[in-house]
């Protein structure tokens, strides 16, 4: 137990006293809990508020002071709501599909620096009560991924819920699922290595350091395209409109969890909430600096807040996203399924491989010091590549509609 | 398949249970087409496995079939093959409660009929009785012109409606809100003229139930002033977003032939580019008397069916600022001591007033024999109404032709070859009032 210590915090110094680096691994498990959980909690109470803002609508207001307590009310309500499983429902895979889907969520959040001082090659370490370590729980080299796998994970619990419900609205829900969330999950991974390219590392510390100003963060140093890439996928990912086909209400009733109820309904709901939560920080981590401070005119202007400045960045960005998201909902209709893979397939995927290419080609460049002429020689070469990519892509989709209309496919 | 309910001959049957023609019409065939065209509707690619395709029940109850409609919908993969609406979850046979009630009594039932759109069932229930009673000549100039502006009024009502259930069938969730919002205001003028939101029973044999209340004339002009602002609102969230055409445009296309043959009235006739609209080609009331223009779409599509609800609030509107500036002064109901109950005044005079006044509510006016059918422009299509009377004061026989029944027919014939979020729209699109359908 204390030998993986150092495995999953390596800053950590395990030559103390044998349980102070037990204790701070715990105490952070701790606090990450709380902390997702209580957060998941206000931003259901956030969402509602800003979706009822924009429609008009007061929103909750009545349990607690403007009706924060709201989601602990309905969270209860749920609670000693009875546990329905339908007659034809595979009972097992019922009973974990839910879990399949709400501990990937706060997983997630063991990997993502959520505070931390980058200054001064001070690389995210802090010293608390004697004890220098990161504000994140587990700095894994592999950390982003981690998160990439137990995203995958999360398809799982959404996928085996619809299925083993033993209904057909689920059933058609998981379908979707699985298919729109393995499809987008392609092109988060192109425009993450991007990212992963640029930064030179895996660890999800590592890449906030590399971004110690804003011109380093890297939404400009990947040049956008993988940031709305990657704000798009995380979308569809997510399962929140206009992408919200999984569920689907107006479509598929509830689609996945239509049979579910009580705590397990919960769950997903938690679940999907947390997501949006831990994927906007990820979002913020891998593009925005984390919790990097942004100097407005050389100061940083939370410096005040000490230890907790990075901290309170990393908020203030990942609420942005989280507003986004909710726009998002109160905005945009939903898109139809073969829409939704059109966009996936034929023009997130060919853009972000497309400019992954573009930036290894760069990469090269700086790599061997190739020189002012050397960069114009690759930049046209690549060019001439991608284009010669974009015809025969628009041939390939020529054929594949000539195919299709010769085949009789009325439909 | 296993059947666990089983509604009759309303159920979707396996393919093998069912002869080529009952197929063909599952699969959408319209039946008054020619063999050929009907054969080619017919031709399935490949006739699917039973084992390949899911039936699946959209409701009775599901959040967008707007109310009970319930459809059979036969899937493979998400592609709908056949579809078979089915009826009636709703039906409280108010037809038959219709040769109960008096002919002073008939509003209250047919103004539940068509609920987002009341005044229009009154207003054709009380055009059929006067025509029977052969006073629709009669009928004061201020009465009519009173019918126009709340019928054209509740146009407006039931197509803010459909905005609402539109934008939120297809996701557009804040859309819903936003609709109710206007609709909710013409509502209260409706309850400040009325007494009610809904369900009014204002329009009767004869003309009104009272008079327009003071101050309507500023109430329909801030409804007028605050609508065109709203309208260019719904401009930038639905019809120019390209999510919102991507998921209507091409979506439930019908053809004119079909569309006709189908016996589609209203705004899904008049997407295919028929132009056929009633205030305009059988004037009734006095629309011949003010100008508007009939909106027609091109390709028959879920956009065009949008669009043209849209842009007849926009008509409707121009309607009604006419009505506005022409409305006479005058009595709002005939003054026949036939069918017009006593002023509440003389009631307490007269013997004779009193009961008359009794006489005709309980009893009701005696109705000469024969039988009448009108036909006005609901919203949602031609709304008609057919009454045979024995002489009696309540009709021999009450029969409503329900725009929404009608147009329910194109249903298979829309969503076929579409997928589920399709069929979702094509709903949507034709914006059936279940309580009409079933009546």
């Known amino acids: ?411 | 398949m296993t059947m666990i309910a089983d509604e009759g001959a309303q159920e979707l049957r396996p393919r093998s249970e069912l002869t080529a023609r009952e197929v063909m019409r599952e699969v959408g065939a319209v039946l008054r087409l020619s063999e050929a065209e009907a054969a080619k509707l017919g031709d399935l690619p490949e006739d699917p496995d039973e084992d390949q395709t899911m039936v699946i029940n959209m409701g009775p109850s599901h959040p967008s079939t707007h109310g009970v409609l319930r459809l059979m919908l036969e899937l493979q993969g998400e592609t709908v093959l056949r579809c078979k609406p089915i009826i009636g979850y709703l039906h409280t046979g108010m037809e038959k409660t219709g040769e109960q009630l008096t002919f002073m009594q008939g509003g209250t039932n047919v103004t539940r009929m068509d609920y987002a759109s009341p005044l229009n069932n009154e207003l054709v229930f009380s055009m059929a009785t006067e025509k029977l009673l052969g006073i629709d000549g009669d009928i004061p100039e201020r009465a009519q012109w009173m019918r126009m502006l709340l019928s054209e009024l509740n146009r407006m009502s039931s197509h803010l409606l459909f905005m609402a259930t539109n934008g939120m069938d297809l996701g557009a969730v804040s859309m819903m809100i936003y609709g109710w919002r206007e609709r909710e205001e013409v509502l209260r003028f409706f309850q400040k003229v009325t007494g009610l939101r809904m369900n009014h029973n204002f329009v009767r044999p004869g003309g009104l139930a009272a008079d327009l209340p003071a101050g309507w004339r500023d109430d329909v002009l801030r409804i007028l002033d605050m609508l065109p602002e709203r309208l260019e609102e719904y401009d930038i969230l639905m019809t120019g977003q390209p999510i919102w055409r991507e998921r209507l445009q091409g979506v439930g296309v019908i053809t004119p032939a079909e569309a006709l043959a189908l016996g589609a009235t209203g705004p899904i006739l008049r997407s295919t580019g028929v132009e056929w609209d009633l205030r305009r080609d059988q004037p009734y009331l006095r629309y011949d008397e003010v100008e508007f223009d009939v909106v027609v779409g091109t390709y028959g599509d879920a956009f065009d069916r949008y669009a043209i609800r849209l842009a007849e609030i926009r008509e409707s509107m121009r309607i009604v600022r006419q009505i506005l500036d022409r409305m006479p002064e005058g009595d709002y109901r005939i003054q026949d001591k036939k069918v017009t109950p006593p002023p509440r005044a003389r009631i307490d005079e007269s013997m004779e007033a009193l009961i008359h006044h009794f006489k005709i509510f309980t009893e009701g006016f005696k109705v000469p024999e024969g039988e009448v059918y009108v036909a006005i422009e609901s919203p949602r299509g031609e709304i008609g109404c057919y009454i045979a009377s024995d002489g009696s004061p309540t009709p021999y026989r009450m029969h409503v032709r329900a725009p929404s029944f009608v147009n329910i027919q194109c249903l298979p014939h829309m969503m076929r070859g579409g997928l589920v979020a399709d069929a979702v729209a094509v709903i949507s699109s034709v914006d059936p009032v279940l309580g009409e359908v079933d009546r």
């Open chain 1, 1 to 411: 137990m204390i030998a993986a210590v150092p495995m999953v915090d390596p800053v950590l110094d395990t030559d103390d006293w044998w349980w102070q680096p037990l204790a701070v691994v715990g105490l952070k498990v701790l606090v990450i809990f709380i902390i997702g959980l209580v957060g998941t909690m206000f931003m259901v109470w956030f969402e509602r508020k800003i979706v009822a803002g924009m429609q008009n609508r007061v929103g909750p207001n009545k349990a607690g002071p403007f009706g924060l307590l709201q989601t602990l009310a309905d969270g209860t309500k749920l609670f000693f709501k009875e546990d329905l499983i339908p007659d034809r429902a595979d009972r097992m895979v019922f009973r974990i599909a839910p879990f399949l889907a709400f501990v990937p969520a706060f997983l997630v959040w063991a990997v993502i620096p959520l505070g931390g001082d980058f200054t001064g090659g001070r690389d995210g370490t802090v010293t608390w009560f004697g004890e220098t370590t990161r504000v994140q729980l587990a700095d894994p080299p592999v950390g982003v991924l981690l998160v990439l796998a137990l995203s995958s994970i999360a398809v799982y619990g959404v996928m085996l819920a619809g299925w083993s419900s033993g209904s057909k609205y689920p059933l058609l829900g998981s379908v979707r699922a699985s298919a729109q969330m393995i499809s987008y999950e392609a092109a988060l991974g192109l425009s993450l290595a991007a990212v992963l390219m640029t930064a030179g590392t895996l660890s999800t510390s590592g890449i906030v350091a590399n971004q110690s100003s804003i011109t380093n963060w890297h939404l400009l140093s990947t040049g956008v395209v993988p940031f709305v890439i990657f704000l798009i996928a995380m979308t569809a990912e997510l399962n929140r409109p206009p992408f919200d086909l999984v569920e689907a209400e107006q479509e598929l009733v509830g689609g996945f969890h239509t049979e579910y109820s009580s705590i397990r309904f919960a769950l997903f709901f938690l679940a999907e909430f947390m997501n949006v939560i831990s994927m906007s920080a990820l979002l913020v981590t891998l593009f925005l600096g984390g919790p990097q401070p942004l100097y407005l005119g050389g100061v940083d202007v939370l410096a005040f807040l000490g230890p907790f400045g990075g901290t309170a960045w990393l908020l203030a960005k990942v609420f942005i996203f989280l507003y986004v998201y909710v726009w998002f909902r109160a905005t945009l209709p939903r898109l139809r399924y073969d829409q939704l893979m059109n966009l996936g397939w034929k023009v997130l995927i060919p853009i972000a491989l497309g400019w992954f290419l573009l930036l290894a080609v760069l990469q090269v460049g700086r790599d061997r010091n190739v020189g002012q002429t050397g960069y114009v020689v690759l930049v046209v070469a690549s060019l001439a590549v991608l284009v010669l990519c974009y015809l025969l892509f628009q041939a390939a989709l020529a054929v594949a509609r000539r195919n299709r209309e010769s085949e009789g496919a009325a439909y």
